[in-house]
């Protein structure tokens, strides 16, 4: 379980980084659309891809929810 608590670390910090914003209004949407369930549900697949997808598959995941 520590792995999953560090993967959502480095989620934030790169969500941050990608995106330019900062951590409360990450944490926030990933609470309001559920990415850190996401997470947790397919961390077995997720952490085995680089930054860059995994990002743009949270924002794909995002904006289903948002439609």
Known sequence: MPEIV???????ERYKFFHNV???TT??????????????SFYDILHTFG??????DIDK???TRQS
């Open 6 to 12: 560090m993967f959502k670390a480095f989620c934030i």
């Open 22 to 24: 900062n951590g409360k």
């Open 27 to 40: 944490i926030d949407l990933f609470i309001q659309y559920g990415v850190f369930k996401y997470i947790e």
């Open 51 to 56: 930054d860059q997808y995994i990002i743009q």
């Open 61 to 63: 995941f995002i904006s």
